[in-house]
């Protein structure tokens, strides 16, 4: 059965220090997203990307994060110098269409300190 | 602004036992709802995808409805077991981008 992966599945980097999590979303999806989750929180939602390009980001996503599609099959979320408050789980999902079923990775688990 | 209210916040319940987990949102123009399975330290398994214009979906022991003129869904699940035991998630899709508006959850626990 088709899934989204996403490496590593779990990351520790000094704050202050770049990271890229990564994601291959099932290969026929054209809808990407990045989700994270605050320890004990929501899951909340940080960007949706569609046609190489963003298409809709929350308050959360800012200057510090970008989003990238570098080939046909990777989608790659990068926070440019990590904050202690950015320790959390990354979700990456895909859907085939905008309001068809989202399909969710493990999971990165990013631990700043 | 979407919110999305999930209750109880935990379940505790004997093995056997029929359940039913809510969900209500305060903007009922969605596009879908989709119900998750979290466990401990995972990712999040879609159980159910009710779109709007569906009253139920089904699957297995898993029976979702979606009333969106009150802005409720519920889970139901019947003749629950040990491996069900886990944090249910509901989160609707209201924007035109396909973006999740998540429910805090409930985390069920089903004793043998």
């Known amino acids: 059965e088709p899934e989204v992966t996403q490496t590593p599945s779990h990351q520790v980097t000094q704050m202050g220090q770049e990271v890229i999590l990564r994601c291959v979303p099932i290969s026929n999806h054209l809808y990407f997203y990045w989700y994270r989750q605050i320890l004990g929180q929501k899951v909340e939602f940080l960007v949706s990307f569609y046609n190489n390009e963003i298409s809709e980001k929350s308050e959360i996503f800012d200057d510090q994060f970008s989003v990238e599609r570098p080939d046909g099959s990777n989608f790659t979320l990068k926070i440019r110098s990590t904050k202690l408050e950015d320790s959390a789980m990354y979700f990456c999902?895909?859907?085939?269409?905008?309001?068809?079923?989202?399909?969710f990775g493990q999971g990165t688990r990013l631990t700043v300190v | 602004k979407q919110e999305v209210t999930q209750i109880p916040a935990a379940l505790s319940v004997p093995e056997g036992e029929n359940l039913v987990l809510n969900c209500s949102f305060t903007?009922?123009?969605?596009?879908?709802l989709q119900w998750f399975r979290q466990d401990p330290g995972k990712g999040l398994t879609s159980l159910l995808l009710i779109q709007s214009s569906q009253r139920e979906q089904t699957s297995g022991r898993l029976n979702a409805s979606l009333d969106k003129s009150s802005g409720r869904s519920t889970l139901y699940i019947a003749a629950s077991q040990p491996g069900d035991s886990a944090t249910y998630l509901c989160?609707?899709?209201?924007?035109?981008?396909?973006?999740?508006?998540f429910g805090q959850g409930t985390t069920l626990q089903v004793k043998p």
């Open positions: 989160a609707v899709n209201s924007g035109n981008t396909g973006k999740l508006i």
């Open positions: 999902a895909s859907s085939d269409q905008m309001n068809t079923e989202a399909f």
């Open positions: 903007d009922s123009a969605i596009y879908n």
